[in-house]
Nanobody
Framework: QVQLVESGGGLVQTGGSLTLSCATS????????MGWYRQAPGKQRELVAR???????NYADFVRGRATISRNNANNTATLQMNNLKPEDTAVYYC?????????WGQGTQVTVSS
């Protein structure tokens, strides 16, 4: 059962922009912080950005100033917009919901930034 449905990955040139979206159920959306993680080949999964149900946001240092995370309460979707993309941003990006029930993960979407 897929609980987090991601979309928006793809191939982009250096300096370009990309928007990732994560749709889920109202129950999951309203009871969890929503976030995006990424994992590059040979590296650990790392947090990119997270937004709580109350709207508190934190960004990883490597995307601060280049990314915007938001929640759309009307359609239970969390969105991550990334600008000025760099080749080192190439990774599989995972949507994450985190709350008292623990972590829920999406299936991942590939983002490739060409130099």
């Amino acid at each position: 059962q897929v609980q987090l449905v991601e979309s928006g990955g793809g191939l982009v040139q250096t300096g370009g922009s990309l928007t990732l979206s994560c749709a889920t159920s109202a129950h999951i959306f309203n009871n969890n912080a929503m976030g995006w993680y990424r994992q590059a080949p040979g590296k650990q999964r790392e947090l990119v950005a997270r937004i709580t149900s109350g709207g508190l946001i934190n960004y990883a240092d490597f995307v601060r100033g280049r990314a915007t995370i938001s929640r759309n309460n009307a359609n239970n979707t969390a969105t991550l917009q990334m600008n000025n993309l760099k080749p080192e941003d190439t990774a599989v990006y995972y949507c994450n919901a985190f709350g008292v029930g623990g972590h829920i993960w999406g299936q991942g979407t590939q983002v490739t930034v060409s130099s």
